[in-house]
């Protein structure tokens, strides 16, 4: 494993920029499993943020939401560092659902 395919699957956890990660390394098998973990935590924000527009009396319950998703992103980044690939707690058994990718 390359330093550069570390760089792209830790980028992968930076929200969006998950889509320069898949452009870029999705032939390589560390960088696809933490693009699909990634994009589960990409989905659960996408989701939270249109629940609080709707519905802004949750606000509260959605920063618990989003520190979540962030200390699952770093978590991730973690992972990417040590070159492991272990799923995220809570979330990463989703990431099966993105296998076409």
């Known amino acids: 494993m390359t330093n550069q395919n570390k760089v792209m699957a830790a ?3 930076l929200g969006p920029l998950v889509i320069v990660s898949y452009l870029i390394a ?3 098998s560390f960088v696809k499993f933490h693009i699909k973990q990634a994009l589960v935590l990409l989905v659960i924000e996408v989701i939270v943020w249109f629940v609080g527009m709707a519905l802004w009396v949750l606000w ?3 920063d618990l939401v989003n520190l979540a998703t962030l ?3 770093i978590i991730g980044i973690i992972n990417v560092s040590k070159g492991e690939e272990k799923e995220l707690p809570f979330v990463g058994k989703y990431s099966q659902y993105f296998s076409s990718i």
């Open 26 to 28: 999705k032939d390589d």
């Open 71 to 73: 200390i699952l992103a």
């Open 60 to 62: 509260p319950l959605i």
């Open 11 to 13: 980028l992968a956890y």
